[in-house]
């Protein structure tokens, strides 16, 4: 078994909590949302990113703001909606119920 493998399968499910975490404290634009994942050791590419973007938005978890831009053309600002912010509530707590049973296991 590859360990390299199992991180990125573990990655890979953690990706949308992290996005979503990340939009909960403020709109973001795709570069600064890639640049923050990646100063988290997360390490997303857009070819990654943008359709994950689209599925949350398509299930209405996230929405999206043309904001004009000092340094080019205007930029897509992603941002939760009401319901993702209640989605993110219920990821918040599968997370600690998940993390809590990870500890139970390791310190029995």
Excluded at 39 to 58: D, F, M, Q, W
């Amino acid at each position: 078994m590859d360990v390299n493998n199992v991180k990125s399968q573990m990655r890979k499910g953690m990706l949308e909590y992290c996005i979503m975490l990340l939009l909960h404290k403020e709109p973001a634009y795709a570069s600064d949302i890639i640049q923050k994942l990646k100063e988290a050791r997360l390490i997303v590419v857009e070819g990654t990113l943008y359709p994950l973007l689209t599925r949350l938005k398509n299930d209405d978890l996230l929405s999206y703001e043309w904001i004009e831009s000092t340094q080019g053309p205007p930029r897509k600002y992603y941002k939760l909606t009401e319901k993702g912010e209640i989605f993110l509530g219920e990821l918040e707590t599968s997370w600690q119920e998940l993390n809590d049973t990870v500890d139970h296991i390791a310190n029995s």
